[in-house]
């Protein structure tokens, strides 16, 4: 198996729905560059706001489905899918994969800072650590040097 065989391609999937007997195209797309970036802006922000439930669902989920797909939103988005079709089950269901592959990225690079901000104060903690070192040495040092030139003078 090749590397390039595991990269998304621009069009995640393509469904094709009868409205009023016609077939209508709907197109998802997988999110690369300042899309993605767009939506792990919101996805961080909102993790250290308060913001629950319907409402966080609400402005992830129709962030992600205006940038994913060629859907124009004109009603609730979550009643809309609570009440969807095959078709909009399925394309919510790619959509939130998406947010899932985007809410994990997000993670993985918060336990990566994490990880390289511990690493930073262990290593100042050592460096502390040897300059104490450093000058409990020069102490005794110093007493090791008093205590020759008291013992000289008996």
């Known amino acids: ?56 669902m609400n402005l992830i989920y129709e962030k992600a489905f205006n940038l994913a797909t060629d859907i124009e939103i004109d009603d609730e988005l979550i009643d809309s899918i609570n009440k969807g079709n095959k078709e909009l089950m399925l394309i919510a269901q790619d959509v939130e994969e998406i947010v899932g592959e985007i809410v994990m990225e997000v993670l993985l690079e918060k336990q990566l800072l994490i990880e390289q901000m511990q690493s930073l104060a262990l290593t100042k903690k050592m460096l502390l650590e040897t300059e104490k070192l450093d000058l409990i040495n020069r102490d005794c040092e110093k007493l090791e040097g008093e205590i020759k030139e008291m013992k000289k003078g008996d």
Do not use: A, C, H, P
């Open 1 to 56: 198996m090749k590397l390039s065989d595991l990269k998304l391609s621009e069009i995640r999937k393509i469904y094709y729905v009868e409205i009023e007997g016609n077939i209508e195209e709907i197109t998802v797309y997988n999110l690369f560059g300042e899309e993605r970036q767009q939506l792990k802006d919101i996805i961080t922000k909102e993790m250290g706001k308060d913001t629950t439930g319907k409402d966080l």
